[in-house]
C-alpha cells in the first residue's frame, strides 16, 4: 500500500509595478504645474511692486508661463536620453545659465532677483519631478 503525502508549493507574491506614465505626458503635466506656479509668483511680485522688466519694457505674463514649458520640453528631451545623476547635473548647469540673461538684462536688483527666483522655482518643480521618473 502506497501514501501520498500532500506536499505544499509556496510561490512569491508577485508584485505588480506601478504602470510608468510616458516621459513627454508626466512632462508637459510637471510643466504646466511649473507654468502656473510661476506665473502666480510673477503675480503677486508685480502685486506687491516688482518691476519684471528686461531693458525697460515689461515682460508679458505669458512669457513666463511659455518660456517654462519651452524648458520643459527640452527637459523631457534629456530625460528620454540621460540617466538621472546626469539629467540632475546637467539641468542644474542649464537653470544657472538661463539665470544670467536674467543677471545681465533685468532692470534693476529687485527685477533681477525676481526674474532669477522664477528660473529656480520652475527648476524646483520640474528637476526633482523628472529626476524621480528616471533610473539611476
Not at 519684471?52 to 518660456?67: H, K, R, S, T, W
Not at 547635473?89 to 539665470?99: E, G, I, Y
Not at 533685468?106 to 520652475?122: D, E, M, N
Request: with cysteine; hydrophobic share 55%; aromatic share 6%.
Amino acid at each position: 500500500m502506497s501514501t501520498m503525502t500532500p506536499t505544499s508549493t509556496r510561490t512569491a507574491p508577485q508584485t505588480v509595478a506601478p504602470a510608468r506614465v510616458p516621459t513627454w505626458r508626466f512632462g508637459v503635466g510637471t510643466g504646466v504645474v511649473a507654468a502656473a506656479a510661476t506665473s502666480a509668483v510673477v503675480v503677486v511680485l508685480r502685486a506687491v511692486g516688482v518691476h519684471l522688466d528686461v531693458e525697460g519694457e515689461p515682460i508679458p505674463l505669458g512669457a513666463f508661463a511659455q518660456m517654462v514649458l519651452i524648458g520643459t520640453v527640452i527637459g523631457i528631451v534629456m530625460a528620454r536620453r540621460m540617466r538621472r545623476s546626469s539629467f540632475v547635473w546637467a539641468t542644474v548647469v542649464l537653470t544657472a545659465a538661463s539665470c544670467i540673461p536674467s543677471l545681465a538684462w533685468g532692470t534693476g536688483v529687485g527685477s533681477k532677483l525676481a526674474l532669477v527666483v522664477t528660473h529656480v522655482i520652475a527648476a524646483a518643480i520640474v528637476v526633482p519631478a523628472f529626476a524621480r521618473q528616471l533610473s539611476e
